[in-house]
């Protein structure tokens, strides 16, 4: 069992960087992908971002890649997200996510992650 908290949001100007952190509870942190998904009003949950386990491997979304930066430390069971270049169109509730492991849909693919934390808003002003 694993238990995400999310911090970090807030309001921002567009232009503006905001770092969201994660921290997760469980001995066995350092063996889950861990990613970033955020979900706008009316919109379904996207994927933002994903780290593989020993944080070799990362992945993003198009719409962020050259801006948001995903890093985990699992001596100190974190997870972050450093977002910078803001723009309103990233306005969202953005969520916390472990996966034991993935399949088809991988670590992009929201139904492979086991756990999710509350969310935290992040709202950018134009």
């Known amino acids: 069992q694993v238990q995400l908290v999310e911090s970090g949001g807030g309001l921002v100007q567009a232009g503006g960087s905001l770092r969201l952190s994660c921290a997760a509870s469980g001995r066995t942190f350092r063996s889950y992908t861990m990613g970033w998904f955020r979900q706008a009003p009316g919109k379904e949950r996207e994927f933002v971002a994903a780290?593989?386990?020993?944080?070799?491997?990362?992945y993003y979304a198009d719409s962020v890649k050259g801006r948001f930066t995903i890093s985990r430390d699992n001596a100190k069971n974190t997870e972050h997200l450093q977002m910078n270049s803001l723009k309103p169109e990233d306005t969202a509730v953005y969520y916390c996510?472990?996966?034991?492991?993935?399949?088809?849909?991988?670590?992009?693919?929201?139904?492979?992650?086991?756990?999710w934390g509350q969310g935290t808003q992040v709202t950018v002003s134009s």
């Open positions: 780290i593989s386990w020993s944080g070799d491997s990362t």
């Open positions: 996510a472990a996966a034991i492991s993935y399949g088809v849909e991988g670590p992009m693919g929201s139904n492979e992650y086991d756990y």
